[in-house]
């Protein structure tokens, strides 16, 4: 099932070309992970997927009704202003406690309610915004730069949170991240962006992938597979999409 489907997508901001020719699809429990240098359009995609930016050419389809969260990379709140975690997640409408409470439990975060979000850890305050991110049972779930500020102990454990989440709920995921190694540890699929799909496939395949390296270096191989210890097979076929699908199966 396709739950968004960009086909030959491409968004241009006046003579400026900032996506070409994009496919993506996204299905229900599959953890997508995109990555590229700054401007590389990285943004500009996840706005054409929630619906915020048009592209100039090709298609969005989204599944009829299909539910969005979205946690932001950050989000400013005055620290003078008394705000529980729980009046937090009620803003702008009133949500029932077993919401709240599901979605506080869902991310990790379910003894924080009555917490002042204003002496909330990064971490803990990523979690809220993940708490706020499931309140609508999301079947999409896009992270923009989530951990950012985090140290990579966090980060690693923010990205397991999100793990049993795709688990428990069956949703579709998609990261955006400049913590390559740990962001790509968690995916399902990754995708190496540079105004144009350079390459996708399997966490292990994109890394080894000419392309990757020549955005990234070819030191993160080595470093992706000391969080990837459990495989034992080798890529060596370049970046072909077919062959990083299988490997992810």
Known sequence: MKLIELSDLSVRFGAQ??????????????????????????????????GALRPSAGSVRRQEGVRIGYVPQKLHIDPTLPMTVRRFLSLPSRVSDKVVGDALEQAGAGHLESHQMADLSGGQFQRVLLARALLSDPQVLILDEATQG???????????????????????????????????????RV???????CCEGAPEHVASAPEYRAL???????????????????????????HAHETAQ
């Open 150 to 188: 985090l140290d990579q102990p966090g980060s690693a454990a923010f990205y397991r949170q999100i793990e049993e989440v795709r688990d428990r709920l069956g949703c579709a995921v998609v990261m955006v991240s400049h913590e390559l190694h740990v962001v790509m540890a968690s995916s399902d």
């Open 17 to 50: 070309t900032i996506l070409s020719h994009v496919n993506l699809t996204l299905t229900p429990g599959e953890i997508v992970t995109i990555v590229g240098p700054n401007g590389s359009g990285k943004s500009s995609l996840l706005r054409v997927i929630i």
């Open 191 to 197: 995708i190496c962006l540079n105004g144009h799909i």
């Open 216 to 242: 990234f270096g070819s030191g993160t191989q080595g470093a992706l597979a000391l969080y990837r210890h459990e495989h034992n097979h080798s890529h060596d076929h370049g970046c072909d999409h077919d």
